[in-house]
């Protein structure tokens, strides 16, 4: 509980000295990405600040499957700056829904 009251009080400060708060920059990583990939989401990974940018770490529905356990989903790092601004992305990998062995390699 003593780490994510900490977590959570390095977000909230991190968020005061930008100009876009993390509610609003998961709500732009969610709309602007999907449509500009042609992908639904999924979920919500992750989500990173270091000195440069942010790391927002998404699963994308990359194929549809029955029963949808066989889902084929890309697991997607994006980056966006200060302001929100979407930077750049890549596909860091593709796995089956029921698949969970891949999730815990993913990096923040």
């Known amino acids: 509980m003593k780490k994510?009251?900490?977590?959570?009080e390095?977000?909230?400060?991190?968020?005061?000295?930008?100009s876009i708060t993390t509610t609003e920059l998961i709500d732009r990583a969610r709309n602007e990405f999907s449509g500009i990939?042609?992908?639904?989401?999924?979920?919500?990974v992750g989500i990173?600040?270091?000195?440069?940018?942010?790391?927002?770490i998404?699963?994308?529905?990359?194929?549809?499957?029955?029963?949808?356990?066989?889902?084929?989903?890309?697991i997607y790092e994006v980056l966006f700056d200060d302001?929100?601004?979407?930077?750049?992305?890549?596909r860091k990998g593709l796995r089956k829904r029921g698949d969970t062995s891949d999730i815990e390699d993913t990096e923040f």
Request: hydrophobic share 35%; glycine share 6%.
């Open 58 to 74: 998404m699963e994308m529905v990359e194929k549809r499957s029955i029963p949808d356990q066989m889902d084929i989903l890309g």
């Open 10 to 18: 390095i977000l909230n400060k991190e968020e005061t000295e930008m």
């Open 48 to 56: 990173s600040k270091d000195n440069s940018h942010w790391k927002v």
């Open 37 to 44: 990939v042609g992908l639904d989401l999924s979920s919500l």
């Open 4 to 8: 994510q009251n900490a977590e959570n």
């Open 83 to 90: 302001d929100g601004n979407m930077i750049k992305f890549r």
